[in-house]
């Protein structure tokens, strides 16, 4: 499936992403890469005493070798992290590391920094940089960031003490669940030579997260004294992380880049599953479709490569032919939300009767699967109206709006939705849920208006 831009409410989002260069990063969504991310982690969190379902995780697309935790239990990994990885134990070392700081509670102590940052008004900052203007929906919702780096340091440079503490719980919750703490050392000597680069250069892994030779040390004293520490890597993890880092490269990168990386003298898996995205990118669709079919040949109850199949078809304009793998696709990944929405998609684009009716509840199973996924919403609301249900149309463009952080439209649609919902209803309770919630937000913000226009008049500034 295409990665869709995810859209995550200003509440969640909060915090870090507003320190990130201003460039063209995106929350990417995939369901395969949610999964993967899902087996592997899950037993870390609860190693740490989490509850899995608690913790999110979230995928940036940036060349940055980055990862981060913010606005609570939240980690965020950068696709270039992913990249730089030279295997998944890598990849588990920083993941145990990032809950290192949440169960560290490191993120509490984070006022400090706070009032380090002063007149950079860093709340406002934030708030500004994670406001999601709702815009065509099928585009998905662009995410704007912006920092500085005084507010950088200070919001986001953890103490070494820090540092050193979530090294050490990493390597205890690896050891919880039998895997060697080594991978963390190995991708830390990768970047030690970060360190002598000037600041500017440097990956922002390396300003967020100061290495020291002393820390690395220590880190390693740790690892010997592990009964896993010569723990072979999973074999089918390893696997599954060199499939997804292939499928990113084909995705993000250049397809040129993508088809050097991947010749076709190379005829495994990994390699197709790269060039069928290269090749979709260049518009060369009879050679993805080539690449597709290979992939589903090889493994025909994988649902990622019917979902990239169908996506191919649907792009060309093959709807029809494209709900035959998007079913399949379904049928084999029933709680994939994103594989849902794509073929609940496919369904309605041709606004057919029978299949208006088969997406339905197809789209209604997506939704209560993910309630962030505004693109299932805008399509439910699309069905609602087209079956002159406007109460349940309000209510799920209200849904779309809210998971997006726009809060006025939000409530906008959630008043509409209450004028014709039964009282009572879970329905009519969801839509006083988002009011409940949007309205004092809203009202601040009208008073806040009036106060400046107030202002503008009693002063003859001129507002624009």
């Known amino acids: 499936m295409k990665y869709f831009t995810r859209t995550i409410a200003a509440l969640l989002l909060v915090l870090t ?4 260069p201003a460039r063209a990063q995106s929350m990417l969504r995939d369901a395969e890469t949610e999964a993967f991310l899902r087996e592997i982690s899950d037993p870390i969190f609860v190693a740490a005493g989490l509850t899995p379902q608690s913790v999110q995780m979230y995928l940036i697309g940036d060349p940055s070798i980055n990862a981060f935790v913010a606005g609570g239990q939240n980690i965020f990994i950068f696709t270039g992290l992913w990249d730089e990885a030279d295997d998944v134990n890598q990849l588990l070392g920083v993941i145990a590391h990032e809950t290192g700081h949440i169960t560290g509670g490191h993120l509490a102590r984070i006022g400090d920094a706070y009032a380090k940052a002063g007149s950079y008004s860093i709340l406002s900052m934030v708030l500004g940089a994670a406001a999601m203007i709702a815009g065509s929906p099928d585009a998905g919702m662009g995410i704007l960031m912006a920092g500085q780096n005084a507010a950088q340091r200070s919001v986001l440079a953890y103490s070494r003490v820090q540092e050193s503490s979530a090294d050490q719980a990493g390597a205890s919750f690896l050891e919880g669940i039998e895997v060697s703490g080594n991978g963390l050392i190995e991708f830390f000597e990768k970047l030690r030579q970060q360190e002598i680069l000037s600041q500017i250069n440097q990956d922002p892994y390396i300003r967020t997260h100061p290495l020291t030779s002393q820390r690395i040390l220590r880190l390693q004293g740790r690892v010997e004294t592990s009964p896993y520490k010569d723990t072979p890597i999973r074999a089918d993890w390893q696997d599954k992380f060199e499939r ?15 088809l050097r990386t991947y010749p076709l003298s190379d005829t495994s898996i990994t390699a197709r599953y790269a060039r069928v995205y290269a090749y979709h990118k260049q518009v060369n669709f009879d050679l993805a479709f080539a690449e597709a079919e290979h992939l589903i040949a090889a493994e025909p109850n994988n649902p990622y490569f019917y979902e990239i199949y169908g996506q191919i078809l649907f792009e060309n304009g093959r709807v029809v032919e494209a709900l035959v793998p998007f079913e399949k696709a379904a049928s084999l990944a029933p709680n994939q939300p994103l594989i849902l929405t794509a073929y609940g998609q496919a369904l309605i684009a041709r606004d057919d009767p029978d299949n208006m009716t088969i997406a339905l509840p197809i789209l209604e199973r997506a939704t209560r699967l993910d309630p962030s996924n505004t693109f299932a919403w805008f399509n439910l609301a699309r069905i609602y109206a087209w079956k002159e249900m406007p109460a349940m149309a309000d209510l799920a463009t209200a849904e779309r709006f809210f998971a997006a952080g726009v809060g006025g439209q939000a409530m906008i ?7 014709g919902l039964k ?6 309770l969801r839509a006083q849920d988002i009011l409940a919630v949007t309205e004092p937000i809203f009202e601040k913000q009208q008073r806040k208006q009036r106060r400046k226009r107030r202002f503008s008049f009693t002063t ?5």
């Open 413 to 419: 649609h959630a008043r509409r939705a209450l004028g």
């Open 460 to 464: 003859g500034t001129n507002i624009q």
């Open 423 to 428: 009282v009572g209803t879970p329905q009519w």
């Open 244 to 258: 997804l880092k292939a499928k990113m490269k084909g995705y993000l990168d250049p397809p040129v880049r993508t």
């Open 17 to 20: 992403l507003a320190t990130l």
